[in-house]
């Protein structure tokens, strides 16, 4: 079975960005380019983690409610044996 991974970019597009950038890190200032990076990451991953929630999370809470009432339910079962 095949890990599923939590990086978001793979290896190669990694190294390939972060030459890319070194090319023109003369050229800009790289701590305001960071700060430029970083705020637009926030705002689209805040973005993006939102609209995950408003469609995920009342699935997920379902889910582990569902899942934990089943689990405290077996549990007074067998507590009563």
């Known amino acids: 079975m095949n890990k599923k991974s939590k990086e978001i970019l793979s290896k190669d597009t990694a190294i390939a960005l972060k030459a890319e950038i ?12 960071q700060k430029l ?9 805040e973005n993006l983690l939102k609209e995950w929630l408003n ?13 934990e ?7 007074k079962t067998s507590s009563k044996k």
Do not use: G, P, Q, R
Not at 22 to 33: A, L, M, N, P
Not at 37 to 45: G, L, R, Y
Not at 69 to 75: H, Q, V
């Open 55 to 67: 469609v995920n999370m009342n699935k997920v809470v379902k889910n582990a409610i569902k899942k």
């Open 37 to 45: 990076i970083e705020e637009t990451v926030n705002i689209v991953t």
């Open 22 to 33: 070194s090319k023109y890190s003369d050229t800009f200032d790289v701590s305001e380019t």
């Open 69 to 75: 009432l089943a689990n405290l339910a077996k549990k």
